[in-house]
C-alpha cells in the first residue's frame, strides 16, 4: 500500500518563528489533506490539497502531485499551534484516506 | 450544530464486556469511517460504509462489528473487550465526489479504557 513520511518527527519553536511541515507519499493520490490534532485530541481540518496551493491565515500548504510531496508552512508560530500535525492521503483506485505517523509541534512563549 | 458527533466520549470498561459507540453526521454525507488511534498517535482505518453498504473492512478481530443503520448513522459494537482494544476511535464522514473521497470530516473521538 502507499507510504506517507512526515518529517521532522518533532519540531520546537519560539512563539514568532517560521515552520515548515514535509508530507512524501510513495504513490499518485487523488486527496491529501493536513490535519491539527489539539492537545484536547481533536482533529482540526488545515486543508484539502490533492494538488496546488491554499492558503488561510497563517497556514499555507503545497501540494506537488507529480513530484509526490505536499509541504505544510506556519508562519508566526504561536502557542496555541502546539500539536500534532498529520497528512493523510488516498492513493488512486482506493477509497482508504491513509495517515502519516505526525509532526509533534511545540511551540513556546 | 457539530457535523460529526460521537457518544460517548469516554468510555471505561472491564474486560470481557460488550460495548458500543455511536456516530452521527449531519452533513448530508454519503460515506462514513470509523477509525481507531492507538497509545503512539497513529490512525489507523477499520471500516467505510457508503450508503449503508460495507465498502472497506481492514484487518480487524471478528469482535467488531460496524453497523449503519442509514446514512447519517455508523455504529460500532466491539464484543469481549481486550486490553488492546484500548484506544481512541474517530469516525469521519466524507462526500464522494465521483471517483474521489472526498474531505473528509472528524468526530471530537471516543477514548475506550479497558481495564
Known amino acids: 500500500g502507499i507510504q506517507v513520511e512526515q518529517s521532522p518527527p518533532d519540531l520546537i519553536l519560539q512563539e514568532g518563528a517560521n515552520s515548515t511541515l514535509r508530507c512524501n507519499f510513495s504513490d499518485s493520490v487523488n486527496n491529501l489533506q493536513w490535519f491539527h490534532q489539539n492537545p484536547w485530541g481533536q482533529l482540526i481540518n488545515l486543508f484539502y490539497i490533492p494538488s496546488g496551493t491554499k492558503q488561510n491565515g497563517r497556514l499555507s500548504a503545497t501540494t506537488d502531485a507529480t513530484e509526490r510531496y505536499s509541504l505544510l508552512y506556519i508562519s508566526s508560530s504561536q502557542t496555541t499551534d502546539s500539536g500534532v500535525y498529520f497528512c493523510?492521503?488516498?492513493?488512486?483506485?482506493?477509497?482508504?484516506?491513509?495517515f502519516g505517523t505526525g509532526t509533534r509541534l511545540q511551540v513556546f512563549p | 450544530d457539530t457535523a460529526v458527533s460521537q457518544t460517548p466520549k469516554y468510555l471505561v470498561t472491564q474486560m470481557g464486556n460488550d460495548k458500543s459507540i455511536k456516530c452521527e453526521q449531519n452533513l448530508g454525507h454519503d460515506t462514513m469511517y470509523w477509525y481507531k488511534q492507538d497509545s503512539k498517535k497513529f490512525l489507523k482505518i477499520m471500516f467505510s460504509?457508503?450508503?449503508?453498504?460495507?465498502?472497506i473492512n481492514e484487518t480487524v478481530p471478528n469482535r467488531f462489528s460496524p453497523k449503519s443503520p442509514d446514512k447519517a448513522h455508523l455504529n460500532l459494537h466491539i464484543n469481549s473487550l481486550e486490553l488492546g482494544d484500548s484506544a481512541v476511535y474517530f469516525c469521519?464522514?466524507?462526500?464522494?465526489?465521483?471517483?474521489?473521497?472526498?474531505?473528509?470530516?472528524f468526530g471530537e473521538g471516543s477514548r475506550l479504557t479497558v481495564l
Open positions: 460504509y457508503n450508503n449503508k453498504e460495507l465498502i
Open positions: 469521519a464522514s466524507s462526500h464522494r465526489q465521483g471517483m474521489n473521497t472526498g474531505e473528509l470530516f
Open positions: 493523510a492521503v488516498v492513493a488512486y483506485n482506493t477509497d482508504k484516506l491513509i
